[in-house]
């Protein structure tokens, strides 16, 4: 069953931010006597090393161009952009917020990571560390809806789906963006996660799996609902079709449009997981999101994806195993993204973490802009 309510977005001043974030210095305790060890925090890469792409260093605290694809450096410093404020004048769309719950899933009925028992070690090897099992669960997944006052009732609207929601930052920059003229009249469909994070939960296993699965879950079981509930109509049109998100969010965001073009040509993501987080294991992916821009993106043709990508200069390391690195990561994407002639912009920030939300605050009105060049924008 679905519970339904519906707010104004004057009275949702809060803003939201990308799931995975950083852990805290002191992780719970999984039980009595047992302590995991501390995670040492990720090192300050230079945008500048070796092997890294070059990229145009900006002036601190202004934005790559929205216009223009390749590769920038922003920071040290993140000023929030003056989009992400409410201003005066700028009409304030609607958000609908309702739930789903997992029983009424057929694609994703819900599971649990399984955790480790109390007191046992974690493993030193990093191969173990892919080795995790999980249980049936139950979830309940929240959704919020995004309406622009500038809608017609009755006219296929572009759109953007959002991972890890509700996103009330995006919300935000669409109020201002849509009244200057500088995106189209777009409804956003903002989606929780199932619950759960990495190898063996809900999340992990909608975001981090390569395939066309969760964009399946969210064109079969998400979408009907919005236009059925909300009385609007969500265009066919992939190239009015877009979808971002932050870590493992970001990379589904990708799989999305990677797995089914014909429904999604734009892309953005901030600390996209392009590393190797896919549970259970495929021989076809054997290094889950790490292939797109190992194997995938550089031996298949191109597609029509157009990408905003970035990451932050103290993003995760995680395990030695060759296969999580962040920054590497959305380095090789930008490198293979070039040699294939993709459309795209890749900002590295410094200053910055993983997912880092004053990088969001500057820059995701010029992102979104980015991202949607070349759709017609009503200019009344």
Known sequence: MFRLSQVTICTLLAVGAFAQTPPPTTPPVPGPGAQRPVRPPAPTRDPNTPGYVAAKDLPDGTNAPAKVDGNFILGPTHPPAPEMTVQDGVPQGDIYN????????KLYPGIARDM???????????????????????????????????????????????????????????????????????????????????????????YDTMSPRYAEFVETEVLPLVEKQYKVKLTKDPDGRATMGGSSGGSAALIMAWYHPEWYHRVLTYSGTYVNQQWPANPETPHGAWEFHDTLIPNSPVKPIRLWMEVGDKDNLGAPDGYHDWVLANENMAKVLAAKGYHYQFVFARNAGHTDRTVKMQTLPEALEYIWQGYPVNAK
């Open 98 to 105: 309702f739930t789903m719950e997992s029983t009424d899933s």
């Open 116 to 206: 480790p028992q109390p007191g046992t070690p974690p493993p030193t090897d990093p191969a173990a560390r892919r080795v995790v099992s999980s249980h049936p669960a139950p979830y309940t997944r929240k959704v919020a809806v995004y309406v622009p006052k500038q809608y017609v009732p009755g006219t296929a609207a572009p759109f953007i789906i959002g991972a890890d929601g509700p996103d009330l930052m995006l919300f935000k920059a669409l109020d201002n963006l849509i009244a200057q003229h500088r995106v189209p009249a777009m409804i956003a469909i903002s989606i929780g996660n199932g619950s759960g994070d990495a190898p063996g939960s809900e999340r992990g296993l909608e």
